[in-house]
């Protein structure tokens, strides 16, 4: 007798449709699995034997084909042994209701019969339901993270006798939707720009960098307060909306990283490689081609702490995702596409020793020194770091002053309004941010007046500018105007956009 049941499987963060086909028949006793699958795909055999036993049902010995169908297409992981035990439960009469031909089944079993729960469910839901299909069986782990999805009905069960019940007439309730707004965690991050003791000018930078999308890099002496301050970028961002949100949830479910519990993610992404970080760690690979940290820090802040000491190829692998704002991860079995929509904020030290330029230490490198290490942050990468800031030593009286600074929510109300500005602004562009803008949205919302032309020209010639990092500092002028208030960029606001190039005024 043959029996199929729907299924869905993943390549990268889109879902197919899989057909799970069950043929069992007269003969020897056997077991053949067909149809492209990976290692883990075709050791159900076992689970789903153990599982169908181990719940009260009857194993049949015959001759037992399955084929998941379409047949050139890899299929990965256990996400298939829900459907697969299900077939031949149906296939052999144990399943009377034909009603199961309804349902998208996934699930891993454990050799109890008990379901396990399974990554990637909300790219499936997604990518199944834009398919046509509605009704799905999941594991009862996945409940919470198929609950923000609307428009279908699941049912997320413990385990196969549950849903060989259910299959069978028994009632169940399905999951229930939940609402995003009223899941948002309202929680602290633990830091605070009141905290943050001096450092004036790097806040102002931090503010302007969130408020345009802008990347940034701080350069200073060890202990400055470096680290701190990029702990503290999340804390002023604008909160995630539901849709930003979805795009997470799907990169973070997809590497296995998700919350079960929460189901969701609701705050922004705060990522922090170490330096020794390979390539396919960074940008996305492996054999599966998993999403790398540029895509785990999507709608986020990617943390470079002391970024000369990440390996030059892993650095220049950047240039990409930071141009692009997505990767494209190749692979001998696979070319899938991630999100890369990040804040980049790295720190460095000006030298080896940390102590170039301070106005408290002295700096023992030569000038060879100096310059081969800060040689290690190529050109073409600078040019896409729009606010290069340097960060010096406080004062004790500014250590242990009891003055308390502005607070990350004052400063995210000001980001919060400059952000409206924006959107209103790019309605009809298709982008959101100052940073986002290309060579038509320049032209159109970065008109300046002579005096800033003669400002921006002896920059370029004195600073040695490409026209990527002219742009840039085009860019940020406009997110400094729109913090003023302004609606034309005036030279004051050119001016403090070329300050905030520390490397191109101090090495060139």
Not at 153 to 161: K, W
Not at 251 to 279: E, K, Q, Y
Request: proline share 4%; aromatic share 6%; net charge neutral.
């Amino acid at each position: 007798m043959l029996a199929k049941i729907k299924s869905y499987a993943l390549d990268g963060l889109n879902g197919y449709s899989v057909d799970v086909e069950v043929d069992i028949n007269s003969g020897l006793p056997g077991y053949e699995l067909v149809g492209l699958a990976s290692t883990a795909t075709k050791e159900s055999k076992e689970r789903v034997r153990s599982a169908i036993k181990n719940s009260g049902y009857q194993y049949p010995a015959k001759r037992i084909t399955v084929n998941l169908a379409p047949a050139d297409t890899k299929k990965e992981g256990p996400m298939f042994d829900l459907a697969i035990a299900t077939g031949i439960l149906a296939a052999t009469g144990q399943i009377e209701n034909r009603a199961y031909k309804d349902f998208v089944m996934i699930g891993e079993l454990s050799l109890d019969g008990k379901l396990r729960q399974v990554n990637g469910i909300m790219p499936i839901l997604i990518s199944a339901m834009q398919g046509g299909c509605r009704k799905f069986i999941l594991p009862e782990g996945n409940a919470r993270e198929a609950s923000y999805i609307d428009g279908i009905e699941v049912y997320a069960l413990s385990g196969l006798a549950e849903a060989v019940e259910f299959l069978n007439g028994a009632e169940y309730a399905a999951v229930e939707t939940s609402d995003y707004v009223a899941s948002c965690e309202r929680h602290g991050y633990g830091v605070d720009f009141a905290d943050v003791k001096g450092q004036t000018v790097a806040k102002r930078a931090m503010e302007i960098a969130v408020a345009g999308g802008h990347n940034a890099l701080m350069i200073g002496p060890p202990g400055a307060g470096k680290t701190m301050l990029a702990k503290c970028v999340p804390t002023i961002m604008p909160e995630m909306t539901f849709e930003e949100a979805i795009e997470v949830t799907k990169v973070h479910s997809v590497a296995g990283i998700l919350d079960a519990g929460v189901g969701i993610v609701t705050t922004r992404p705060f990522r922090t490689p170490h330096h020794t970080t390979t390539v396919p760690a960074l940008i996305g690979g492996g054999a599966k081609a998993k999403p790398g940290e540029v895509s785990l820090a999507n709608h986020g802040v990617l943390f470079l702490d002391e970024m000369p000491e990440y390996s030059r190829h892993a650095l220049e692998t950047l240039r990409q995702p930071l141009e692009d704002r997505k990767v494209t991860v190749s692979r001998v079995q696979s070319t899938v596409e991630y999100p890369a929509n990040f804040m980049l904020i790295a720190s460095m030290n000006p030298c080896p020793c940390g102590n170039f330029g301070s106005k408290n230490q002295i700096c023992r490198c030569t000038p060879t020194q100096i310059h081969n290490y800060v040689s290690k942050l190529s050109g073409p990468l600078m040019d896409r770091i729009d606010l290069q800031i340097e960060v010096d030593n406080i004062s004790y009286d500014e250590l242990r002053g009891m003055q308390k600074a502005e607070s990350s929510a004052q400063i995210k109300e000001r980001i919060n309004r400059v952000r409206a500005v924006q959107r209103e602004r790019f309605k009809d562009d298709g982008i959101f941010t100052n940073a986002e803008m290309g060579s038509r949205e320049l032209g159109k919302y970065c008109k300046i007046d002579q005096n800033c032309e003669r400002l921006l020209s002896k920059a370029f010639e004195k600073l040695n500018l490409s026209a990527r990092g002219t742009t840039r500092i085009l860019k940020v002028a406009r997110t400094i105007a729109d913090i003023e208030g302004c609606e034309d960029i005036l030279p004051a606001h050119i001016a403090e956009a070329i300050q905030y190039r520390g490397l191109d005024r101090k090495y060139n």
